[in-house]
């Protein structure tokens, strides 16, 4: 996921919605961003402290996903929740990765770890990943290390997978470019946010647009195949013009991705600290600035992946799409990764306050142990089919029906009638796509991803992240 998409991810300590997100007269567009299901929130302490051997016993290893975490950044912009802290005193970063070696060589050892039958198949990774935080607040020689520990330690050979790595306008450097293009990066995201200056202070993100413009410049340069831009509407002071000017100066790059994001104001985060937007105003400034964002990329030879992406036709995927982040065989690393088994999701504790991010890297580091799962939440059949329908329907792709009875047996209008009828009331999905076993979403229904997703959130869930304590 991009460093936006965490930083625009679910409530912390509210009740998520439910029915009358979607059917009531006082429904909003924005409830949350569904980029992970269980979100974090609903994760707690393991009383069992499963062994990781364990938990990957019997699982399919032959396709894993790779997502190694750096949770270190230069600045922390206004609207940022991610589990990330803003500097590292001397000689941290390179505790981190000694605890990131510590821990990949123990997950290694799980996965390689054969049950009483001894015909487990072979571990092999599909895809890696570079997230934050700011993987590139890490030095050249840092990196470097990165790399060396998701090849030597974990066997994910990075040259012939797709390697995604975040980054920031600051610490896109030539030296770091070049280590990451050596190493095999075929996709670099790029958080821009705004090229107006004066959006940019609004949304507390110190940037000057000739310094986004050189990073963009270097990006290329280092001739990394995939450019992913992330774009915010929503910011104060925006407008339609200043909207389109951000548009196209992304477009002026010809990236092969651009993400938009609508501006959420979490709490704990810079911008709560100011008066929050709740009006209905806000709501439709931020559909309407989506649309003029959505059919400008349109027009402009981009096709949609989801509410969020757009790829530039012609451009082949480099890693999974937006979403896929969700699908089993997860394994991540760091102390702000997730890891997703077919029965059970874990992490480590979460937290947006800055110093109890501090205490959480400070324990990371100074853990020896790493054989077992210490904080997550179990997932049954029935959050199993919730997960499936939110990843696939999410995707302006939709999901084929076939599919979804293949793995479960079962027709999703009988898992979630209520639901699907609400969508369907509100002209959220697409009739046709559902008679030729497609279902997907209309054009309202991906705008309006940010209020169906969260629907389908069980009651369970619901009530953990409600009862979650922010920190």
Request: charged share 25%.
């Amino acid at each position: 996921m991009t460093a936006t998409a965490a930083a625009t991810a679910a409530p912390t300590g509210t009740a998520i919605t439910t029915l009358d997100a979607v059917s009531g007269p006082q429904a909003r567009p924005y409830q949350s961003y569904v980029y992970a299901y269980p979100h974090k929130t609903a994760y707690r302490p393991l009383p069992d402290r499963p062994a990781l051997r364990d938990l990957w016993r019997g699982e399919d290893k032959s396709a894993l996903s790779l997502y190694l975490h750096i949770p270190f950044c230069e600045v922390r912009c206004g609207f940022c929740n991610l589990f990330t802290r803003i500097g590292a005193p001397d000689g941290l970063t390179g505790r981190y990765l000694d605890a990131l070696d510590r821990q990949a060589a123990a997950v290694r050892e799980a996965l390689d770890h054969q049950g009483e039958g001894g015909e487990e198949g072979p571990v092999r990774f599909a895809n890696a990943a570079f997230g934050g935080g700011t993987p590139t607040f890490l030095t050249a020689d840092e990196l470097t290390r990165l790399c060396d520990i998701a090849e030597r330690r974990m066997g994910a050979d990075l040259r012939a997978v797709p390697l995604s790595v975040e980054t920031s306008p600051a610490t896109a450097t030539a030296d770091r470019l070049a280590v990451l293009a050596e190493r095999g990066a075929t996709r670099l995201s790029i958080g821009v946010q705004s090229f107006v200056d004066a959006e940019a202070r609004a949304a507390v993100r110190p940037q000057r647009r000739a310094e986004v413009e050189a990073a963009l410049g270097r990006i290329r340069e280092a001739r990394i195949p995939v450019l992913n831009i992330d774009l915010i509407y929503g910011i104060d002071g925006q407008t339609p013009a200043t909207w389109r000017t951000s548009l196209d100066a992304a477009l002026a790059w010809e990236p092969e991705e651009v993400y938009l994001y609508p501006l959420y104001v979490r709490p704990l985060t810079g911008l709560a600290r100011r008066t929050a937007h709740t009006d209905t105003e806000w709501d439709r400034q931020r559909l309407d600035l989506y649309r003029q964002g959505r059919d400008h990329l349109l027009a402009r030879g981009y096709e949609q992946v989801s509410m969020r992406m757009f790829r530039k036709a012609g451009s082949a995927p480099q890693g999974p799409d937006d979403h896929a982040c969700q699908t089993d065989g997860m394994i991540g690393l760091g102390c702000g990764a997730r890891s997703y088994t077919s029965a059970l999701h874990h992490s480590f504790d979460y937290a947006v306050d800055m110093s109890e991010i501090r205490g959480i890297i400070d324990a990371y580091t100074a853990t020896e142990d790493f054989g077992h799962a210490v904080h997550g939440r179990y997932v049954d059949g029935g959050e199993a089919r919730r997960r499936h329908l939110l990843q696939s329907l999410l995707q302006a792709r939709g999901m084929p029906l076939a599919g979804y009875r293949d793995r479960f047996g079962t027709d999703p209008s009988e898992d979630f009638p209520l639901e699907l009828a609400a969508f369907a009331a509100r002209g959220w999905l697409d009739t046709a796509g559902t008679e030729t076993g497609n279902l997907r979403l209309t054009a309202e229904g991906l705008a309006h991803s940010d209020a169906l997703g969260p629907v389908l959130f069980s009651p369970a869930v619901r009530a953990a992240m409600a009862a979650y304590d922010p920190k």
